[in-house]
């Protein structure tokens, strides 16, 4: 079946230690996309890629990175510069250049600083 | 620029009430509007979209949204809540309808009562 997965479902960081966030699809969907999820705030845009190679920030990049080597693969890197990074992290990919099309979304991680 | 606003962070029914989630919207293009719901822990999985093709829209699990442009809303509606519905529902607004750049409302979350 086609879809779009994270891992690791429960993510678990020392303060002054990065982390990587994995994002993987096999729906061949161009753009994928990372929001974080704080309680009472919706969803969040951290980075956005549009084709492979290429990213830019959204608007809470400060303390993340990303890369996009390979189309079917977006991971998130949560840096020590991040100081509140505790928070339900999601990656959504979408196809563009369709009509009628809508973001699908993995099952999330949730990352906890300890 | 585009925004969404939902009203009420917390919304309680009784089983077998009518739901109804709000959700205006501002962007300076025609938007195309979704609504999204989130069961704990989870992903985001796509209620029903509106892309210009009827105003009145059909979800699953019996959801329904009017778009009102003179009112810039899209609000979210069933007529009779199940148990099942208890979730948290996001709205979300794109400038165009390849579901690009989304925009999330701080979400509203659904409580069922028996």
């Known amino acids: 079946d086609g879809g779009i997965t994270q891992s690791p479902k429960y993510l678990f960081r020392k303060e002054g230690q990065n982390v990587t966030l994995s994002c993987e699809q096999n729906?061949?969907?161009?753009?994928m996309y990372w929001y974080r999820q704080d309680p009472g705030q919706g969803l969040r845009l951290i980075y956005y890629?549009?084709?492979?190679?290429?990213?830019q920030k959204g608007d809470i990049a400060e303390g993340y990175s990303v890369s996009r080597e390979k189309k079917e693969s977006f991971p998130l890197t949560v840096t020590s510069a991040q100081k509140n990074p505790t928070a339900f992290y999601l990656c959504?990919?979408?196809?563009?250049?369709?009509?009628?099309?809508?973001?699908?979304f993995g099952q999330g991680t949730r990352l906890t600083v300890v | 620029a585009q925004s969404v606003t939902q009203l009420g962070s917390h919304v309680s029914v009784s089983e077998g009430a009518l739901v109804l989630l709000r959700c205006n919207y501002s962007?300076?293009?025609?938007?195309?509007l979704f609504w999204y719901v989130q069961y704990p822990n989870q992903g985001l999985q796509l209620l029903l979209k509106?892309?210009?093709?009827?105003?009145l829209v059909k979800g699953i699990n019996g959801f329904e949204a009017e778009f009102k442009k003179s009112e810039t809303s899209f609000h979210l509606t069933k007529p009779s809540a199940h148990m099942s519905d208890a979730a948290e529902y996001f709205c979300?607004?794109?400038?165009?309808?390849?579901?690009?750049?989304?925009?999330f409302g701080g979400g509203t979350r659904l409580m069922v009562k028996p």
């Open positions: 979300a607004v794109s400038p165009n309808n390849a579901g690009n750049m989304l925009t």
């Open positions: 509106y892309t210009s093709a009827a105003t």
């Open positions: 729906l061949n969907h161009d753009a």
């Open positions: 890629s549009q084709i492979v190679n290429d990213f």
């Open positions: 962007s300076s293009v025609p938007p195309y």
């Open positions: 959504a990919s979408i196809r563009q250049g369709m009509a009628n099309t809508e973001a699908f």
